[in-house]
């Protein structure tokens, strides 16, 4: 069964730093990676997807993923924090079977993004 | 396009009524999922229809829980009677596609925040 985690339920970076968020996939088959946003009062939306085309993966904003077989994950990071930066970011892993087609979300990372 | 619809966004209701929540797909997409977010579980999806077909309610988590999809613009999840403990914020997404493809093209709705009291 594929599955995902992230790693810390909330993250804090100052404006122009660094942003990493952490997500670790299980996956017995080559898996469907997604990270997502969400900001207050919104559903979510996509950022980034990986597709196996390549192991980087950018997105909007400026965002992009790795995805690293070896050390099964795909972290989000950004050079440069933007105070607009700050929402919850989710982590998804696409489940396939029996003709079923549909999204496993992580449990979400706060990112709080301090002036 | 006016993208996922949902209503109403906000929805308080006594324990033991019915609570109806609507959702309108955007128009050519063939696949929806009604998903559940808690601060306690995160997302949860509960049921996924494609073609109007109900192909996966194993989330569902009992049978005051109801979904139905009667046309390829509409959708229904009924809670009946509501507990407290359905507190949540329910969301609708849709995507268009095929196999894998659907995975690609979810895109969700603003959701509805649930509060029984």
């Known amino acids: 069964a594929q599955s995902v985690t992230q790693l810390g339920s909330h993250v804090s970076v100052s404006e122009g730093a660094l942003v990493l968020l952490r997500c670790n996939y299980s996956?017995?088959?080559?898996?469907?990676l997604f990270w997502y946003v969400q900001y207050p009062n919104q559903g979510l939306q996509l950022l980034l997807k990986?597709?196996?085309?390549?192991?980087l993966v950018k997105g909007i904003n400026g965002f992009e993923a790795e995805f690293k077989k070896s050390e099964t994950s795909f972290h989000l990071t950004k050079p440069s924090a933007h105070m607009s930066d700050a929402a919850e970011y989710f982590c998804a892993v696409g489940r396939t079977g029996a003709g079923s087609y549909q999204l496993t979300f992580g449990k979400g990372t706060k990112l709080s993004v301090i002036p | 396009d006016a993208g996922v619809i949902q209503s109403p966004r906000h929805e308080v209701t006594e324990m033991g009524q019915e609570v109806t929540l609507r959702c309108k797909p955007i128009s050519g997409h063939n696949s929806l999922f009604w998903y559940r977010q808690t601060m306690m579980r995160g997302l949860e999806l509960l049921i996924y229809?494609?073609?109007?077909?109900?192909?996966?309610d194993s989330g569902m988590p009992e049978d005051r829980f109801s979904a139905k999809m009667p046309n390829a613009s509409f959708s229904t999840l009924k809670i009946q009677p509501s507990e407290p403990r359905d507190s949540a914020v329910y969301f609708c997404?849709?995507?268009?596609?095929?196999?894998?493809?659907?995975?690609?093209?979810?895109?969700f709705g603003s959701g509805t925040r649930l509060t029984v009291v």
């Open positions: 997404a849709s995507s268009t596609g095929t196999a894998v493809t659907i995975l690609y093209g979810y895109t």
């Open positions: 990986y597709t196996s085309a390549a192991t």
């Open positions: 229809f494609n073609n109007n077909v109900p192909i996966d």
């Open positions: 996956s017995s088959v080559p898996p469907y």
